[in-house]
């Protein structure tokens, strides 16, 4: 850098005396900036009168952005629609099927003179608190005695059984997890229709049958589904698949650890079933 300029062009102090003070200038106000907050409304002034030319000149972009994301969602939201449309007609088929079997099961009672199966209610619920410890694991739900919750309702999600209705408040209930170490659930095997009972262990994601004996033919992929032969819990709700067997020569029993169905950690919508009680049940057939 040159220290002074040719004797014909000298104006003002030299540059080497400039810098200095500049920086000095520029060391005190960053000082007082940081230290003493002397340029906290200058800043602000500043943001506030270049705030509008600065979204001016990034409105286009923002505009765009906006536009490519609207034109996604809507591309996605079509292809949902369409998919749950066809969901939709699969399941009106379904239902049109089980009215029919329900139908057919209903007249082969009467001809054996055996009574009508138990009917079953269910209301929709949301989890709102999770209480976990080492030996416990309870689920809060939002829905309570004013909304018909009662102890025994079983609770379930599109998956399968996640737990039972232990404690009722006035617009709030209390759930324990079918891992809990309290649970116990009547199941049946689906590919050879052997019952058991399942018990939860009080570690997360595992579930034990026990008092099974050793020559029962278990496999490891087995679908267990909830008998319903307590009258607690509606039969045919998936609980669980058996993903490891452990034979011991010491012992009767096995140890079959079973994987629950039911999002119990991911869940967040679920649905409360309990009995049809006699008076709903008289509502449906007048209506």
């Given at each position: 850098?040159q ?29 007082a900036d ?56 699969s399941m ?8 029919e ?17 138990k ?17 416990v694991?309870r ?9 018909g ?7 379930m999600?599109?998956?399968g ?10 617009r709030s ?11 116990a ?14 018990f ?16 029962a ?30 034979r ?13 169905a039911?999002g ?13 009680s006699?008076?709903?049940?008289r ?5």
């Open positions: 850098m220290g002074s300029a040719p004797p014909l062009f000298r104006q003002g102090l030299p540059a080497t005396l400039r810098f200095v003070a500049f920086a000095i200038a520029a060391v005190t106000l960053s000082w940081t230290r003493l907050q002397w340029l906290v409304g200058l800043r602000a002034g500043v943001v506030a009168v270049l705030a509008p030319a600065e979204q001016a000149m990034g409105s286009p972009l923002g505009l765009w952005k906006d536009w490519v994301l609207d034109v996604g969602q809507a591309e996605s939201l079509r292809r949902e629609n369409v998919r749950l449309q066809t969901l939709l007609a009106a088929l379904v239902t049109q099927r089980d009215a079997l329900d139908q057919e099961n209903q007249s082969l009672r009467a001809l054996m003179q055996i009574g009508p199966r009917g079953w209610t269910s209301r929709a619920a949301q989890i709102v608190s999770e209480r976990r410890d080492p030996y694991r689920l809060g739900i939002d829905k309570g005695q004013q909304q919750i009662v102890p025994g309702h079983a609770v999600d599109a998956q059984l996640i737990g039972q209705v232990t404690r009722v408040y006035p209930a209390e759930v324990t997890a079918m891992t809990d170490p309290s649970m659930v009547p199941v049946v095997n689906q590919r050879n229709g052997q019952r058991a009972v399942l939860g262990s009080g570690m997360s994601g595992v579930m034990e049958l026990r008092f099974t004996a050793s020559s033919e278990m496999q490891i992929g087995d679908l267990l589904f909830t008998s319903g032969i307590d009258g607690v819990f509606p039969p045919g709700v998936m609980t669980g698949v058996i993903h490891q067997i452990e011991n020569p010491g012992s009767p029993f096995p140890r079959v650890l079973v994987k629950p039911g119990i950690d991911t869940a967040r919508v679920v649905l409360i079933v309990g009995p049809e006699s008076d709903s049940a509502a449906e057939v007048r209506q």
